[in-house]
Nanobody, 116 residues
Framework: QVQVAESGGGLVQAGGSLRLSCAVSGSRFSLEVMGWYRQAPGKQRELVALKYSDGRANYADAVKGRFTITRDNAKNTVYLQMNSLKPEDTAVYYC??????????WGQGTQVTVSS
C-alpha cells in the first residue's frame, strides 16, 4: 500500500513563506521523479516543480526564483520551499511521485492560501 503524506500548507500573507513536505511510503520501486502540481479554483492542474532522482529540477515559469524543490532520497521525501508568496499562488498543492515502474502517485492535496 502506497501512502503519500503531505504537510505544510496554510494561510500566509503576501510576501511570506511556506514549506511543503511530502513523504511517500510503500512504493516497491524507486521514485524517479517527485514534485508538486497545483490547482486553483476554475483552473487546470498545473506543474509547479519536479525533482528527478539524478538531481535535475524543473520549475514552472511562474515560480522560478521564488520556489525551491529539494529531495531526501533516503526518506522518499520531497520539499517545496515557497518564498515571496503571491495571492496567485493560492491553490491546492498536490504531491506527485512517479516510480521507475507503476504509479504515478498523488497526494490528497494541501491548501495554500496567500492573502493580500
Amino acid at each position: 500500500q502506497v501512502q503519500v503524506a503531505e504537510s505544510g500548507g496554510g494561510l500566509v500573507q503576501a510576501g511570506g513563506s511556506l514549506r511543503l513536505s511530502c513523504a511517500v511510503s510503500g512504493s516497491r520501486f524507486s521514485l524517479e521523479v517527485m514534485g508538486w502540481y497545483r490547482q486553483a479554483p476554475g483552473k487546470q492542474r498545473e506543474l509547479v516543480a519536479l525533482k528527478y532522482s539524478d538531481g535535475r529540477a524543473n520549475y514552472a515559469d511562474a515560480v522560478k526564483g521564488r520556489f525551491t524543490i529539494t529531495r531526501d532520497n533516503a526518506k522518499n521525501t520531497v520539499y517545496l520551499q515557497m518564498n515571496s508568496l503571491k495571492p496567485e499562488d493560492t491553490a491546492v498543492y498536490y504531491c506527485y511521485a512517479a516510480p521507475t515502474l507503476g504509479g504515478p502517485y498523488w497526494g490528497q492535496g494541501t491548501q495554500v492560501t496567500v492573502s493580500s
